[in-house]
């Protein structure tokens, strides 16, 4: 079993954020794409999770820069 995910805040705003840019459809597989390009960290940095973020995203055909992650 993998431990559990822990992100602080600020990224999980920014998981939240990518999420709205979905059909509701399609959030529970994004969420967990997400979660699995980060499964070998515990704590992955706020640059880990947007890197994983644009990574899915991209898959899914939808193109965002890094006006995504501002604050």
Do not use: H
Not at 28 to 47: E, I
Request: hydrophobic share 50%; net charge positive.
């Amino acid at each position: 079993m993998k431990p559990p995910l822990s992100l602080s805040d600020r990224s999980l705003r920014a998981v939240i954020k990518a999420a709205e840019m979905l059909p509701v459809s399609q959030r529970g597989t994004y969420l967990q794409s997400v979660a699995n390009r980060l499964a070998d960290q515990q704590q992955p940095s706020l640059a880990d999770v947007q890197a994983a973020i644009v990574f899915v995203l991209n898959t899914r055909g939808i193109a965002v820069g890094g006006d995504l992650f501002a604050a």
